[in-house]
């Protein structure tokens, strides 16, 4: 099956489900652009859904109406490897139960959305991404105790525990490795536990050894509610030593940053972020 034999949107829907993994037909339209929602919902997604050999997939979440993730099915990912010239181990696409996504759907869409927005940002400064990998994109082949190890886990020591994502970039000419924490929760108390163990990470230098990053790495702690987000840097302020971290967590909301990348971070004292600025 050749990308040739698909519509020049369709081919456009698939080069980015390699790159994005899952997309609503909203994250297509609105927030990557590819053609008006309409179009894509009641005409191009069900064509594609419909080839033989299969090619994409959809999950249904029940939600609402409308309510899908799309995804590239094997066959799908092999005509795009081919199209790009690269092989298929650097296409993304899921396999087995990945596509379930349980209760997950909206954390998951929130990742893509700020991979979107990230991508958006890297395009427009001319910032060198490495990797971008989400909690939901698994090592090929590796598994631990029956189960496939995320590319998202955060090791040091005995211990570890799952980012929402972990990307490497450049920009400005400097290395940067930033770990995202989306909050879907308002409760105070479990994201303040989830952003301890980035310190104990950090304190243990686990990214060395794991992605041989040898400067300091970033945490992105991004927000449903600007309300909670205050909270918690309010709550992480008044933590023992906190400050020797300060300068390695910065702060936004969800919203702003599909907006814009680049703008609204802050630091836990409240003073603007320079992390992403031109």
């Excluded at 001319?126 to 590796?142: I, L, T, Y």
């Excluded at 496939?148 to 886990?153: C, F, L």
């Excluded at 300091?216 to 927000?223: D, E, K, M, R, T």
């Amino acid at each position: 099956m050749s990308l040739l034999s698909v519509p020049k949107t369709g081919s456009q829907v698939m080069n980015a489900l390699a790159v994005y993994r899952f997309l609503t037909p909203e994250q297509m339209a609105y927030e990557l652009g590819i053609s008006t929602h309409g179009y894509l919902q009641k005409k191009l997604l069900r064509k594609l859904r419909l080839m033989k050999p299969q090619i994409i997939g959809h999950v249904d979440h029940g939600r609402k109406e409308g309510s899908f993730s799309y995804y590239l099915k094997k066959k799908g990912a092999e005509a795009v490897a081919r199209s790009q010239g690269v092989p298929l181990t650097s296409i993304s696409f899921p396999k087995g139960n990945s596509v379930n996504f349980g209760d997950e759907f909206e954390h998951r869409a929130a990742i893509v959305s700020s991979h979107i927005a990230f991508r958006k940002w890297a395009q427009r400064e001319s910032v060198g991404v490495d990797f971008f990998h989400p909690d939901f994109e698994s090592f090929k082949g590796r598994k631990e105790i029956g189960h496939a190890v995320s590319r998202a886990q955060v090791r040091y020591g005995r211990f570890s525990f799952m980012a929402d994502a972990i990307a490497r970039f450049t920009h400005k000419k400097k290395h940067r490795l930033c770990f995202w924490e989306i909050h879907h929760t308002t409760n105070p108390k479990a994201i303040a536990y989830k952003l301890d163990q980035h310190i104990y990470a950090i304190h243990e230098e686990a990214w060395k050894n794991q992605f041989q990053h040898h400067a300091a790495n970033f945490v992105l702690s991004i927000h449903w509610r600007k309300a909670t987000m205050q909270t918690t840097m309010n709550h992480l302020m008044k933590v023992h030593d906190f400050e020797t971290f300060l300068p390695l967590f910065h702060f936004n909301t969800i919203s702003r940053i599909k907006q814009d990348f680049a703008s609204g971070w802050q630091m836990a004292n409240r003073v603007n972020s320079p992390l992403f600025l031109s």
